[in-house]
C-alpha cells in the first residue's frame, strides 16, 4: 500500500503506454502487451511481465529504491521509428536494412509471413506502415496515404471483423477526406499496384523463390546476432508495387515448408 501512493500514472498515450512519476519524478512507463503489462525505464532492460498495470509501476518504485534510474532521455525525446539516426532514410521511404519496418514481435517465420500480409493489406486501404507490425491488437503508427495524417491505428479495425475485410471505422481517422470520397480515391492508388515486381531488387514473386528466402531467414533467426535477421529483411519487407502477390506467395510457401517439416518428424 506503500508503495502505491509514492506512483502515479499519466493518461494513456498515443502509442498505448501510460507514462509512471515516482515520488513526482518521471521514472519510465507501463503498457499492456497480449495480455500482459510490462514496464520499461529508457536504457534499462526489464524483462518481467505482470498482472495488471499497478504491479509494472509498483515494480518502477522497486527499481527506483534500488538506486536504478533511466540512463537516456525518455522515449516521447527520441525519434519516432524509422526517423532516428541509424535509419538510412525517413520512415516510409526504402532503405537498406528495413529495421523499422522488422515486426515488434518475436521474430519468427510466422510473424514474418504475418508482417508481409498486414503490410500488404495496408497498401490496398491506403496506409503506409511507419513502424514493423506490432501484432492484430496493439497500436501500430502509419500515415493516412489520402491526406498525409500519422497516427495509431489497430491491425484488427482495419482487417475487418469475423473475416468480413471491412475496415473500420469507415472515416479512417479524424480529418480524413470525406467518407463518401474514400473509395474514389483508393481506386486511384490501386492504379500504382503490379501483379509483377518491377524493382531494381527482385522479391519473390514465385514459390520456389519465396521458399528460399524463407530458409534463408530461418537460418538468420537461429544466429545468436540480432543483426543476422535484419540482412535478410530486404525481400520481405521492402516496399514493393506487388506486395499483394508477394504477401500470397510467401504465404503458400511457408504452408509448404511447414507440411514438408512436418511430414520427415
Not at 501510460?18 to 513526482?24: A, E, I, M, N
Not at 514496464?39 to 518481467?48: C, E, F, N, S, V
Not at 537516456?72 to 525519434?79: E, G, K, Q, S
Not at 522488422?102 to 521474430?107: A, H, K, T
Request: aromatic share 6%; glycine share 6%.
Amino acid at each position: 500500500m506503500e508503495q502505491q501512493t509514492r506512483y502515479d500514472l499519466g493518461k494513456r498515450e498515443e502509442d498505448g503506454r501510460y507514462p509512471v512519476t515516482v515520488d513526482s519524478v518521471p521514472v519510465g512507463t507501463v503498457h499492456r502487451r497480449h495480455g500482459s503489462w510490462y514496464a520499461t525505464m529508457p536504457g534499462r532492460q526489464i524483462l518481467i511481465r505482470f498482472t495488471d498495470r499497478h504491479a509494472a509501476a509498483a515494480h518502477l518504485v522497486t527499481m527506483t529504491d534500488a538506486g536504478i534510474r533511466p540512463t537516456i532521455p525518455a522515449p516521447a525525446d527520441t525519434p519516432a521509428s524509422g526517423t532516428a539516426p541509424f535509419d538510412a532514410t525517413p520512415a516510409g521511404i526504402a532503405s537498406q536494412t528495413y529495421r523499422h519496418l522488422l515486426p515488434d514481435l518475436r521474430l519468427t517465420l510466422p510473424n514474418l509471413v504475418r508482417s508481409v500480409e498486414a503490410m500488404a493489406r495496408l497498401d490496398q486501404l491506403g496506409w503506409t506502415p511507419l513502424e514493423g507490425y506490432p501484432g492484430a491488437d496493439q497500436p501500430w503508427r502509419m500515415e493516412c496515404r489520402l491526406c498525409g495524417w500519422q497516427g495509431r491505428r489497430f491491425w484488427s479495425h482495419l482487417r475487418g471483423r469475423n473475416g468480413d475485410g471491412i475496415p473500420r471505422p469507415a472515416n479512417r481517422h479524424p480529418g480524413c477526406i470525406p467518407v463518401e470520397k474514400i473509395s474514389a480515391q483508393l481506386i486511384h492508388l490501386a492504379a500504382d499496384r503490379l501483379s509483377e515486381c518491377r524493382c531494381d531488387f527482385q522479391h519473390p514473386m514465385e514459390i520456389s523463390y519465396a521458399l528460399s528466402v524463407l530458409a534463408n531467414m530461418n537460418d538468420a533467426l537461429s544466429e545468436t546476432s540480432p543483426v543476422a535477421p535484419i540482412l535478410y529483411a530486404r525481400p520481405l519487407l521492402e516496399p514493393c508495387p506487388a506486395s499483394a502477390r508477394r504477401a500470397n506467395v510467401l504465404r503458400i510457401a511457408y504452408n509448404r515448408r511447414t507440411a514438408a517439416l512436418r511430414s520427415i518428424r
